[in-house]
């Protein structure tokens, strides 16, 4: 297991993009809950998968986290029940 600290680590916009790809896409890795989310007045808008991405490489707390990769596959968030099911696979 390798750990990643992304605030003092973080993502370039291609290693976001490769994660957002292993999640299943942009939205699946991007974090809405994060307070940047709210004060940059993003709530309610619609974002594309670029900017989704552009947004989570400039700032690390766009991006759910943990995120546990297991090769071509990963998960993004707190979720017991997809752990499981990627360990597993």
Known sequence: MEFRDLKSEPLSA??????AKKVGGAGGLFSRRAIKYRTMGLAGKE???REM???MAQEYTFISRPVVVRGEKATAGFS???YEELLSS
Request: charge should be positive; aromatic fraction near 0%; glycine fraction near 6%.
């Open 14 to 19: 291609k290693e976001v993009e490769s994660l």
């Open 47 to 49: 974002l594309s998968a």
């Open 53 to 55: 991405i552009r947004l």
């Open 80 to 82: 017991k029940g997809r």
